[in-house]
């Protein structure tokens, strides 16, 4: 590289380091850490929470779902674990929001099986799923036999 | 139909292959006859999938629920044209789309260049159809949207099913800007594989002019074009249906359409230099990699389930193949150019800073600085996990805070690159140019400080957007007063005709004042206000200077839905403006709500009322209010983007061979030379 090529390099590498500084600067404020209850439970026993902000997701347990004047309360399990969430947060339910819906929560997690939630965000399980696990409906697998027509 | 569409897909395999096969072959042993055949194979290949899809459409607007992918993707009562939309709004059927996009632009771009580029096509045929030839394979083997229906029964054996009506497509996705808004998308990535394929093609075929460059400029644009309008689509379709306020919220299915989008920009502007001075060549070689690797990435991103999303696309085995192709295409793309480095040697080096070059340089490093940020949030819980074992995510202000700095830096590009001249800038003509600018964004600035704006960024913004505009205002004026007194034409006829004759530098700049007004919208964000209570008829909330007013909450039912409707009275400072109603949805099909916002919208602001459901007892309506201002000029400024496209899409006016002398060494303007370069 010729030295009066050098300059050149000056500028960007301010910029790189200066927006390096800035994304770094801003991850610890933004950072969660993404866990299913499971996981969750399996960090708690080995004291590795201690005051993280989290994103928890689980399965939104049919019937759980309690409004209450300033929260809504429900369950939400994975692997036979379930999780007690208290939504405080302000903004209103995604249309997603129902029982079953795979739900992601996040804020912080109390412990002895309580979590309050700032932020949710959901999506459904699709419908032959859910009835297939409520024992509507036998499997259904699009697995090819062959197409008669 | 089913057997038609499985026909079609299967003989487009082989058509494929062939079509492959024989421009290899044909390239190895020089054999005209063989390469045009397999580049006919290619054009044939897109008629089968064509085939494929139509038949696709037939199955879904004869409510075949026998095949799954239509049961699951469509009911009975589903309106014409969202059934059209089903054929694309399903995992299945959105790869097969994806290919047969893939094979409409292979197949243009085929016959545009029947005769032209004889090197270089038999390679850019074996690139596109290689591509096609994975799509093909995923569709017909791992994805076929042609299968039936089947139960397995309790004793393990199979059954043909056919359910009495389908599942439905996502409610969500039934809103009419969903119809075009996910082929726009799907266009705009697949695009970029043709100046992919030419830039491999003129790797492979050592034909490292700037033929490759020129010959896919306007393919580039369009596919740029697509993608951004699908990208300013799908914000618009957030902020009308999802009822949550905004339109961006730095989701990974968004994320994942932005990336390509952001590093097209970069090559759009790079390509210049290379055009211009013969720099850079290398690095475009890489973008253009890069770019069409982050549209595959972006669609691997949104199949495979890796990160997590609120869109709910079905989560499936086609991530490893998908992996598997990407690091395929990168491994070949970045052997081929580093053999290929001999080649490449750049004409030119930076000579002063202050100069169009470096200009461009930081222009590409701010792209590629964005991309890379995005990238690294959305990938972050992969990553972490990886090393460490837990899933760490950013939230949203992570984006902004990052994106912020360097959506300004590139504002500030913007207005300062293009008044930048080649090679260096005098201090002279650097005082010329930028005095007045500078001093309208000056005044600018203590206008809006005055007026009571405080919020840092948002001022930063506003004034940068003073600045640039005036500096296209002032190119355009110069240019037409230049224009008026050598041709005598008045003033308009001077500013049309100048833009006629440059369409690429004029309408560039047309890009630029959009992408300023994209940049005023934003800046509104800093002032958005929110408020939310749970309303009885006749109850009110009151936000910023309106009032809103609960007149009547009612119930109506269709064949497709059934609906809550709120009927709510706008009050501003006092006087009643407008009646809104905001509605909730029912899909009976597939037992999903969804939220119909209503939106005031003018120049200034929107109101945006979002009806979040019933209290318990069902006795009042939660509604939520927004105040979100200047969001109007987001979308002015996309279409404003877009005409801008289109006038540089355009050919330039034919100039008289006297101008045209005086023009020669003038910058940007464009010489038809790629065809002499070739078939000399």
Redesign the interface.
């Known amino acids: 590289m010729k030295r009066r090529?050098l300059?050149?390099f000056v500028?960007?590498v301010i910029?790189?380091l200066?927006?390096a500084w800035?994304?770094y600067s801003?991850?610890d404020?933004?950072?969660?850490?993404?866990?299913t209850v499971s996981?969750l439970y399996a960090?708690e026993a080995e004291n590795a929470l201690d005051g993280k902000r989290l994103?928890v997701?689980g399965d939104v347990v049919p019937g759980s779902i309690v409004?209450t004047d300033d929260s809504l309360n429900f369950l939400i399990s994975q692997e036979d674990q379930t999780l007690a969430v208290q939504y405080v947060g302000?903004?209103?339910?995604?249309?997603?929001f129902?029982d079953r819906a795979q739900a992601?929560v996040?804020g912080e997690y109390l412990g002895n099986g309580v979590f309050i939630a700032t932020s949710m965000?959901?999506?459904?399980a699709?419908?032959?799923e859910a009835e297939a696990e409520a024992g509507v409906l036998?499997?259904?697998?699009?697995?090819?036999?062959?197409?008669?027509? | 139909m089913a057997a038609f569409g499985q026909f079609a897909l299967a003989l487009a395999f082989v058509v494929t292959v062939y079509s492959i096969g024989a421009s290899v072959l044909g390239i190895r042993l020089g054999n005209d006859r063989l390469i045009a055949s397999g580049r006919n194979a290619g054009i044939g290949a897109f008629a089968c999938i064509s085939g494929a899809i139509v038949s696709l459409a037939y199955l879904f607007l004869t409510n075949d629920f026998s095949i799954s992918y239509v049961a699951s993707n469509s009911n009975r009562d589903l309106p014409f044209f969202y059934k059209i939309a089903a054929v694309w709004g399903g995992q299945e059927g959105s790869l097969l789309f994806w290919g047969w996009i893939l094979t409409v632009y292979a197949a243009l771009v085929f016959i545009q260049n029947r005769r032209r580029h004889t090197a270089m096509m038999p390679y850019v045929v074996a690139v596109l159809m290689a591509g096609s030839l994975f799509f093909t394979s995923m569709s017909l083997f791992v994805t076929n949207p042609f299968h039936e229906l089947v139960l397995v029964q309790n004793d393990g054996t199979l059954m043909a099913f056919t359910p009495a009506d389908g599942r439905g497509l996502n409610p969500l996705l039934q809103y009419v800007l969903n119809v075009i808004h996910p082929p726009m998308l799907y266009f705009g990535l697949v695009g970029f594989a043709v100046p992919f394929a030419f830039a491999m093609a003129a790797m492979a075929s050592r034909q490292l002019g700037d033929t490759w460059i020129r010959t896919t400029r306007r393919w580039t644009m369009i596919a740029w074009f697509l993608l951004g309008t699908g990208v300013m689509l799908g914000g618009k379709w957030a902020y009308v249906e999802l009822g949550w306020g905004g339109y961006w919220a730095w989701d990974p299915v968004e994320n994942a359409s932005l990336m390509p989008w952001l590093l097209g920009t970069a090559f759009l502007h790079s390509v210049m230099i290379q055009e211009k001075k013969g720099m850079m060549k290398v690095w475009n070689m890489v973008l253009v990699i890069m770019t069409y690797t982050m549209a595959l990435f972006g669609t691997f991103l949104t199949r495979s389930g890796i990160i997590s999303s609120v869109h709910a696309f079905a989560q499936s085995n086609i991530g490893g193949y998908f992996l598997a192709y990407i690091i395929l295409v990168v491994s070949f793309a970045f052997y081929l150019l580093v053999d290929r480095l001999g080649y490449l040697k750049t004409e030119n080096t930076l000579e002063a800073v202050a100069s169009r070059e470096s200009g461009f340089m930081f222009n590409n490093l701010l792209f590629v600085a964005a991309c890379f940020a995005v990238f690294w949030g959305t990938m972050l819980p992969v990553f972490s996990e990886w090393i460490q074992g837990t899933k760490i995510t950013v939230a949203p202000p992570w984006y902004t805070e990052v994106m912020n700095p360097i959506g300004l830096g590139l504002l500030f590009l913007t207005g300062v690159g293009p008044l930048l001249a080649w090679r260096r800038s005098s201090i002279n003509s650097l005082k010329r140019a930028f005095l007045m600018p500078g001093a309208f964004a000056l005044a600018g600035t203590a206008v809006l400080f005055a007026v009571g704006i405080r919020h840092i960024s948002a001022l930063i913004a506003l004034t940068l957007a003073i600045f640039v505009s005036t500096t296209i205002f002032i190119e355009f004026f110069k240019g037409a007063r230049a224009r008026r007194s050598s041709t005598g034409e008045n003033f308009v006829e001077a500013l049309v005709n100048l833009t006629l004759r440059n369409t690429r530098r004029y309408g560039g700049y047309v890009v630029h004042f959009g992408i300023v007004l994209l940049f005023v919208g934003f800046s509104g964000q800093a002032f958005n206000a929110d408020v939310q209570n749970d309303l009885a008829i006749g109850d009110t909330i009151a936000i910023n200077q309106y009032v809103l007013r609960v007149d009547d909450l009612r119930i109506q039912d269709t064949a497709n839905y059934q609906s809550s409707q709120a009927v709510v009275s706008l009050f501003k400072d006092g006087e009643k403006v407008a009646i809104m109603y905001p509605e909730r949805r029912f899909y009976p099909a597939s037992e999903q709500a969804t939220s119909e916002v209503a939106i005031r919208s003018n120049l200034v602001e929107d109101v945006y009322v979002y009806f979040a459901g019933y209290t318990p007892d069902g006795s009042k309506a939660t509604i939520q209010v927004f105040v979100n201002p200047m969001v109007m000029w987001v979308w002015i400024g996309g279409i404003v983007v877009a005409l801008g496209t289109m006038i540089a899409l355009l050919p330039n006016k034919r100039t008289t061979p006297s101008r045209k002398r005086k023009l020669k060494d003038s910058e940007d303007i464009e010489e038809p030379r790629e065809t002499e370069k070739i078939h000399a």
């Open positions: 090529q300059k050149f500028g960007p910029v790189i200066a927006l800035i994304g801003a991850f404020a933004n950072k969660a850490y993404y866990q996981e960090m994103k997701a409004r302000k903004a209103a339910l995604p249309d997603t129902r992601v996040d965000q959901a999506k459904c699709s419908k032959y036998p499997t259904i697998s699009d697995a090819s036999v062959g197409i008669e027509d």
